[in-house]
């Protein structure tokens, strides 16, 4: 029997492991499974925290053949050391290296030495699939890569630019097959887990990586994904996300998918993200989101000015985003709302349209504005323009590919990097006022901390229209009210 072992490299600048259940890889996993004399396992290095020497002593036992390492932006420098340690101790063995970081930055990663026998650049079902067969037919190294450099979308040495394929169609998807995950499924406890409707969203957003491959939507069976959640549920799972790129791509789908939910009897409770377009069209199943268990959807607004919605592509106006807020306000118990700062174009004004527009959508309704930084990704339409504007320059590429949206990577034509982190501060200060906070209720009042936290807010940041004490006393409020433990954050000075 061959073997072929999936992993997940170990995101190296996070200091708590974040334990996720490698959806993606799950995916992969079931191509393999369906094949005859392979045999398949996972290894989530991310959630079991284990560096380059950790995995390499599970492979030096487990003897694969081959093995696929999923690579995303913030992972590739441990990719990196994992290629580097597999190559020393177990040269025989093929490596494949795919995921996000590859489908846009494949030259970034063989610039950077990446020594894998293939890459693969989009969604890697079938040249699994085709890995897995080679495989199972007895193939070496060598014919093994000869094999995968047929498929268009697949880099070997030698071979020119591998070309971006359609996304996988998930109507033949296999179910995942958790068991063949190299760690039990308790590791995932208290965490929501991942779980998989659709691919591909209707958007063409200019920044979005999403709308290069996977412009066509494709949906799993229902069944399967009913049949996924129960399996999760009677194992103690019961809080889910949806890593769609639009959960309300199809109204038709989502209704089926609901009242599968629904008659199944599962007491869950999911977040999922939306398009406002796509959920207004959603809007008589609203009722139906909430009854299936909806806690957040996650709306991506973006932008309150009319100019910098057409710079990025959106393709919905301000006024869509209304609607969608008070479809959103029935369908889930709390409702978040994504803005970006710091588009090439990016005003002070341009951001003041951004903080007024969040302020109007409140009178709706309670709702969490998550904002974040541009990343111009290499490969998409929005670094092209930075890169024309001089915004950024061809050196930073690699560097840019690894960045996420916590600090402003780039300046816009108008402002400063300084100055986009001021209006970042500004956004929260004006949104999340002590009586706005104290007014919510505790499970929006709960999403906001979450929100100021990860944003790293604490409230040494926001001091200017805190009085002392003011921000303590709305968090204590909420202890009051929800018995949550709010000791850690400080009183700002
Ligand atoms: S709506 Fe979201 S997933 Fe779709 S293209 Fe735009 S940013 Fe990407």
Same mark, same amino acid.
């Not at 959630?47 to 492979?59: N, P, T």
């Not at 994992?82 to 494949?106: A, C, D, F, N, Q």
């Not at 690699?398 to 996420?404: G, I, Q, R």
């Given at each position: 029997?061959?073997?072929?072992?999936?992993? =997940?490299?170990?995101?190296?600048?996070?200091?708590?492991?974040?334990?996720?259940?490698?959806?993606?890889? =799950?995916?992969?996993?079931?191509?393999? #499974?369906?094949?005859?004399?392979?045999?398949?396992?996972?290894?989530?290095?991310?959630?079991?925290?284990?560096?380059?020497?950790?995995?390499?002593? %599970?492979?030096?036992?487990?003897?694969?053949?081959?093995?696929?390492?999923?690579?995303?932006?913030?992972?590739?420098?441990?990719?990196?050391?994992?290629? /580097?340690?597999?190559?020393?101790?177990?040269?025989?063995?093929?490596?494949?290296?795919?995921?996000?970081?590859?489908?846009?930055?494949?030259?970034?990663?063989?610039?950077?030495?990446?020594?894998?026998?293939?890459?693969?650049?989009?969604?890697?079902?079938?040249?699994?699939?085709?890995?897995?067969?080679?495989?199972?037919?007895?193939?070496?190294?060598?014919?093994?890569?000869?094999?995968?450099?047929?498929?268009?979308?697949?880099?070997?040495?030698?071979?020119?630019?591998?070309?971006?394929?359609?996304?996988?169609?998930?109507?033949?998807?296999?179910?995942?097959?958790?068991?063949?995950?190299?760690?039990?499924?308790?590791? %995932? #406890?208290?965490?929501?887990?991942?779980?998989?409707?659709?691919?591909?969203?209707?958007?063409?957003?200019? %920044?979005?990586?999403?709308?290069?491959?996977? #412009?066509?939507?494709?949906?799993?069976?229902?069944?399967?994904?009913?049949?996924?959640?129960?399996?999760?549920?009677?194992?103690?799972?019961?809080?889910?996300?949806?890593?769609?790129?639009?959960?309300?791509?199809?109204?038709?789908?989502?209704?089926?998918?609901?009242?599968?939910?629904?008659?199944?009897?599962?007491?869950?409770?999911?977040?999922?993200?939306?398009?406002?377009?796509?959920?207004?069209?959603?809007?008589?199943?609203?009722?139906?989101? /909430?009854?299936?268990?909806?806690?957040?959807?996650?709306?991506?607004?973006?932008?309150?000015?009319?100019?910098?919605?057409?710079? %990025?592509? /959106?393709?919905?106006?301000?006024?869509?985003?209304?609607?969608?807020?008070?479809?959103?306000?029935?369908?889930?118990?709390?409702?978040?709302?994504?803005?970006?700062?710091?588009?090439?174009?990016?005003?002070?004004?341009?951001?003041?349209?951004?903080?007024?527009?969040?302020?109007?959508? #409140?009178?709706?309704?309670?709702?969490?504005?998550?904002?974040?930084?541009?990343?111009?990704?290499?490969?998409?339409?929005?670094?092209?323009?930075?890169?024309?504007?001089?915004?950024?320059?061809?050196?930073? =590429?690699?560097?840019?590919?690894?960045?996420?949206?916590?600090?402003?990577?780039?300046?816009?034509?108008? =402002?400063? /990097?300084?100055?986009?982190?001021?209006?970042?501060?500004?956004?929260?200060?004006?949104?999340?006022?002590?009586?706005?906070?104290?007014?919510?209720?505790?499970?929006?009042?709960?999403?906001?901390?979450?929100?100021?936290?990860?944003?790293?807010?604490?409230?040494?940041?926001?001091?200017?229209?805190?009085?002392?004490?003011?921000?303590?006393?709305?968090?204590?409020?909420?202890?009051?009210?929800?018995?949550?433990?709010?000791?850690?954050?400080?009183?700002?000075?």
């Amino acid at each position: 029997m061959r073997k072929l072992t999936l992993i =997940l490299p170990l995101f190296k600048t996070r200091a708590v492991p974040r334990r996720r259940v490698p959806s993606g890889l =799950l995916s992969l996993a079931a191509e393999v #499974q369906a094949i005859k004399d392979v045999r398949v396992d996972v290894v989530d290095a991310e959630s079991l925290g284990w560096d380059a020497a950790d995995v390499v002593e %599970y492979l030096v036992l487990s003897k694969p053949d081959a093995v696929g390492i999923s690579v995303c932006s913030p992972t590739f420098p441990s990719a990196l050391e994992l290629m /580097k340690v597999i190559r020393t101790e177990m040269p025989e063995v093929l490596i494949v290296l795919g995921g996000k970081y590859v489908t846009h930055s494949w030259q970034s990663a063989l610039n950077a030495g990446a020594n894998a026998d293939a890459m693969v650049r989009g969604d890697g079902e079938s040249a699994i699939a085709v890995l897995a067969q080679a495989l199972a037919a007895g193939a070496n190294r060598m014919e093994i890569v000869s094999a995968l450099a047929e498929l268009p979308n697949v880099w070997v040495p030698g071979k020119k630019a591998p070309t971006l394929p359609h996304a996988f169609n998930l109507q033949t998807a296999q179910p995942w097959p958790l068991e063949v995950l190299a760690h039990n499924l308790d590791l %995932y #406890q208290g965490d929501r887990m991942l779980i998989e409707f659709s691919r591909g969203c209707p958007g063409r957003c200019s %920044y979005c990586l999403a709308s290069r491959d996977r #412009q066509q939507i494709s949906f799993r069976p229902v069944a399967q994904v009913v049949e996924t959640i129960a399996h999760f549920s009677a194992k103690g799972f019961s809080s889910f996300f949806f890593t769609d790129d639009d959960f309300a791509a199809s109204p038709s789908h989502l209704a089926c998918l609901l009242e599968g939910i629904i008659e199944r009897g599962l007491k869950i409770k999911f977040d999922a993200n939306v398009r406002p377009d796509s959920l207004v069209r959603c809007e008589k199943i609203a009722p139906l989101l /909430k009854r299936a268990g909806c806690r957040c959807l996650w709306l991506g607004i973006e932008s309150g000015s009319p100019a910098i919605l057409e710079t %990025y592509r /959106k393709g919905f106006e301000t006024n869509v985003c209304e609607r969608a807020v008070v479809t959103a306000l029935i369908a889930a118990d709390v409702v978040r709302t994504n803005w970006i700062i710091g588009a090439p174009l990016e005003t002070r004004e341009t951001v003041n349209a951004s903080m007024d527009f969040a302020s109007r959508l #409140q009178q709706l309704g309670p709702h969490v504005p998550h904002i974040s930084f541009m990343v111009p990704y290499p490969g998409t339409p929005l670094c092209d323009e930075a890169l024309a504007l001089g915004l950024i320059s061809p050196s930073h =590429l690699a560097e840019l590919a690894e960045s996420t949206h916590g600090e402003p990577v780039m300046p816009s034509q108008f =402002l400063t /990097k300084n100055e986009l982190k001021e209006l970042f501060y500004e956004f929260h200060q004006r949104y999340f006022t002590p009586e706005s906070l104290a007014s919510l209720p505790p499970a929006v009042a709960d999403e906001a901390r979450l929100v100021l936290s990860s944003a790293g807010l604490t409230n040494k940041k926001l001091p200017l229209k805190y009085k002392n004490g003011d921000f303590r006393e709305s968090c204590i409020h909420r202890i009051e009210q929800h018995g949550e433990d709010y000791s850690s954050i400080k009183t700002p000075n």
